[in-house]
C-alpha cells in the first residue's frame, strides 16, 4: 500500500483534495491511505509516508521540509496549482504515485 501525505497551512484546505483523491483511487482499484495535515504537524508525521505533497500556498516551505524528510528517504513536491485549484483528484493521486516510484 502508498501512503501519501498532503500538507497545507492548516490541513483544512486539502482534506476535500483527499476526499477526491481517495474516490479515483477506488475507481482505479489502488490501495492507498492518504491523509491531510498542516505544515505545523509536518514534522510528527512525515516518517510514516511514501510521499507528501504540499499545498501550493506552502510552496515556500519546501526548502525545510525536503530538508525534515531527507534522512526517511521521502520526496517531498509541490501539487500544480491548476490541479490543485480544481481538486483534480486523479491527477494528484498520478502526481503521487508517479513520485513514488521514481523514487523508489
Do not use: W
Not at 475507481?27 to 512525515?46: C, K, L, P, R, T
Amino acid at each position: 500500500m502508498n501512503k501519501i501525505m498532503l500538507c497545507c497551512s492548516a490541513g483544512m484546505s486539502t482534506s476535500l483534495l483527499v476526499r477526491k483523491m481517495k474516490i479515483a483511487a477506488e475507481q482505479q482499484a489502488i490501495d492507498v491511505q492518504i491523509d491531510a495535515y498542516g505544515a505545523s504537524e509536518f514534522s510528527s508525521h512525515v516518517e510514516d509516508y511514501d510521499v507528501v505533497l504540499l499545498g501550493p500556498q506552502v510552496k515556500y516551505m519546501l526548502n525545510d521540509l525536503q530538508q525534515q524528510a531527507e534522512p526517511f528517504g521521502i520526496s517531498v513536491k509541490v501539487i500544480d496549482m491548476m490541479d490543485y485549484g480544481m481538486q483534480n483528484g486523479e491527477k494528484v493521486l498520478q502526481f503521487a504515485l508517479d513520485t513514488i516510484h521514481e523514487h523508489a
